[in-house]
């Protein structure tokens, strides 16, 4: 799946609809079917005039059927693909405007919407969603069992052990596998899905802008189980949200068949546009003409070792976008009218803020931002150093591991082991602490004559917590923190599900120098324990993520 340092910088890589061309690029050869829709009774049944036909349940908008080139792909378990899991008794009714066909869903004060265009093997979908009587917001495509058989690194359940709440599940060699493990962050793919037997199924993701997370978000993609398999468009979920959850219309997301291959961004030059649905009159759909773009010339203060990404947010929508890593150069197209703040983020962490307005049709141009020193971590002169200030565990013993595996996987690096300053520090310090697994972590360090005589600031950066987990430190037994308050974080798993986003947060302490050590060959020690009066036991014990750990000049 191509990742975004391999796409322009801007919200998405691919255009899709915006001409016959591009639909049959993503789709494949089309065949002169019958495009139209008819009624059978229980269902509105739709051909693409290519190679698909699909059914929408008239009681429930429920997808019932998606039969490509003759091969029947809906449906495992018994259940149909849909918003959340079923949305029930809806009103639902279809309308065919030249080459695009509609079906409209209304359930309560949510609509759903699907549409067809001739010759395209794609299912498009809109989400409307006005309030929180439906209590998340994802769609499922069910894929019957047998379609596609995968056992990958990532996001499946092919195991025969639950260890974990009846979703994470350990195989017989060790390895483990969850739904929950989709190891990558929004803004790192386009689209997922499988491709087999020359028949590829994805899911294109929409651009997110009422999505919740921002783009460094982790959330179920697919899975495959004994029963079939599913594709995620998750934009509200009950897993470690960072943000209160956006209403509005979201879309388009786009269900593809294609002949085997991905529906690649290569393909696809600019952003995620359907030009042809601006006359369908959907309630809340914006059209390209009604929005606007935020471009700045230029970055300064970057370190050039670490990417950034410039993000927007409001409480209507979210957007963001790569910087150029020559010059910071950015570009965020197709962002709906109002006032947001810009985030500039060194790998996943803030290190600059301003507000800026987008006006519909025009372009918000912002002069070279300059990052004050003091506004990266990693610039303050420290005496050592545990990883680096980037928002993320990176470089942490088992930190690439946990984006797709348990704490428990067998893959996994001991999670206890005390760890000494000028010995490969941070590969050896785990990127995960927990009070029941391995809370007391002792790390080593010498200091000068000068340094042992002064007061000095240690910082532990963290990226999230579970159950309030918190450190308390304390220097060679002779000065222990106070216990320090819970930032505020996520209340769901996090630690345990294939994620370490959470609320970057720095814990300081102000270690006295009677606490030191004064003879320069003799170790300090410093001994990190998790507090927290929550949580349950081992690895659902209360935690926490590590960013960096410094003791400053």
């Known amino acids: 799946m191509p990742g975004s340092a391999n796409r322009p910088v801007g919200r998405r890589a691919f255009v899709l609809g915006a001409t016959a061309a591009a639909g049959a690029a993503l789709t494949g050869t089309a065949h002169a079917a019958g495009f139209g829709w008819t009624d059978d009774g229980s269902d509105y049944v739709v051909d693409t005039g290519a190679h698909l036909v699909f059914k929408v349940s008239k009681s429930t908008g429920d997808l019932t059927s998606l039969v490509y080139r003759g091969t029947e792909y809906q449906g495992y378990g018994g259940m149909n693909s849909h918003i959340e899991s079923g949305l029930g008794a809806s009103t639902v009714s279809i309308r065919q405007s030249g080459s695009t066909i509609l079906v409209s869903v209304t359930h309560g004060t949510l609509r759903h ?18 309030d929180t009587s439906v209590s998340a917001t994802r769609y499922i495509v069910r894929v019957k069992k047998g379609a596609f058989l995968n056992d990958e690194p990532d996001s499946y359940t092919y195991a025969p052990t639950a260890i974990e709440a009846s979703d994470v599940f350990r195989k017989s060699d060790g390895q483990t596998r969850s739904k929950h493990y989709s190891k990558r962050r929004v803004m790192d793919y386009d689209h997922i899905g499988w491709s087999a037997g020359g028949v590829g199924l994805w899911m294109v993701r929409s651009n997110h802008e009422k999505a919740s997370g921002g783009p460094f978000y982790r959330s179920l993609l697919r899975h495959q189980s004994a029963d079939g398999g599913g594709l995620y468009e998750i934009l509200h979920y009950g897993q470690n949200q960072t943000e209160d959850q956006r209403f509005g219309l979201q879309g388009p997301y786009v269900i593809a068949f294609t002949d085997g291959g991905s529906p690649s961004s290569a393909l696809f030059p600019g952003t995620l546009t359907t030009p ?22 230029g970055i300064s203060g970057r370190n050039t070792a670490y990417p950034y990404t410039v993000g927007l947010a409001s409480a209507a929508a979210q957007y963001w976008g790569s910087a150029r890593s020559s010059d910071g150069y950015f570009s965020v197209p197709g962002v709906l009218p109002g006032t947001y703040t ?22 918000t141009t912002l002069n070279t931002i300059a990052i ?19 928002g993320t565990p990176g470089g942490f013993k088992n930190a690439d591991l946990m984006t797709y595996a348990h704490p428990s996987d067998a893959r996994a690096a001991p999670w ?53 987990g918190r450190p308390q430190v304390t220097v060679n037994d002779a000065w222990t923190s106070a216990v320090p308050s819970p930032p505020t974080q996520p209340n769901t798993r996090s630690l345990t599900n294939g994620s370490y986003r959470g609320n970057n947060h720095t814990f300081t302490y102000s270690v006295p120098a009677s606490a030191w050590k004064t003879d320069p060959s003799q170790y300090n020690v410093l001994r990190i324990d998790v507090v927290s009066g929550s949580g349950a036991t081992g690895f659902l014990s209360a935690g926490t993520s590590v960013d960096a750990i410094d003791l400053l000049a």
């Open 372 to 390: 004050p020193s003091s506004n990266d971590p990693s610039n303050a002169n420290a005496i050592w150093r545990i990883g680096d200030w980037n």
């Open 276 to 297: 042809w649905a601006d006359s369908l009159g959907i309630p809340g759909y914006v059209p390209a003409s009604g929005r606007g773009k935020v471009t700045g010339v």
């Open 113 to 130: 919407y699907y549409a067809a265009r001739n010759g395209e093997n794609n299912v498009y979908l809109w989400t409307n969603k006005a």
């Open 416 to 468: 206890t082991g005390n760890v000494v300053i000028g010995n490969g520090e941070t590969a050896a310090f785990p990127c995960y602490l927990w009070k029941d697994v391995n809370s007391g972590i002792l790390v080593y360090f010498r200091l000068t004559a000068a340094q042992a005589a002064a007061a000095h600031t240690l910082r532990i950066g963290v990226t999230t917590a579970y159950a309030n």
């Open 342 to 363: 810009l985030t500039v983020f060194k790998g996943e962490l803030a290190v600059y803020t301003t507000p800026v307005s987008v006006s519909a049709g025009g372009t």
